[in-house]
């Protein structure tokens, strides 16, 4: 079972950049699909960005197309959300998500995953 811890959130100004990190426990990270969706108050949880086992294939949602980019080191079991140009609009609590079903690459859906951090704030000020 993999335990995730987020960390990096925090309050930046527009047009700045934060890097968000996600710490897994288990012993099969390298075998597993990793995803990042957020949540602002008051809307329903949205995907982010998803990660293959190996970080070949990756994918994001159009709004964070160019200024996002998720990447993942399985050595330190870590998986990455980089930040850049941030709007205001990108202001939730960004969580962290992990595969369980051994699928190489796990989609944009929350069906997929299994596993969930317990999320760390983004307040980005205009």
């Known amino acids: 079972q993999e335990q995730l811890v987020e960390s990096g959130g925090g309050l930046v100004q527009a047009g700045g950049s934060l890097r968000l990190s996600c710490a897994a426990s288990g012993r099969t990270f390298s075998s597993t699909a990793m995803g990042w969706f957020r949540q602002a108050p008051g809307k329903e949880r949205e995907f982010v960005a998803a990660i293959s086992r190996g970080g070949a294939i990756t994918s994001y949602t159009d709004s964070v197309k160019g200024r996002f980019t998720i990447s993942r080191d399985n050595a330190k079991n870590t998986v990455y959300l980089q930040m850049n140009s941030l709007k205001s609009e990108d202001t939730a609590v960004y969580y962290c998500?992990?595969?369980?079903?051994?699928?190489?690459?796990?989609?944009?859906?929350?069906?997929?995953?299994?596993?969930w951090g317990q999320g760390t704030q983004v307040t980005v000020s205009s």
């Open positions: 998500a992990a595969n369980n079903g051994g699928q190489i690459y796990a989609g944009n859906s929350p069906s997929g995953y299994a596993y």
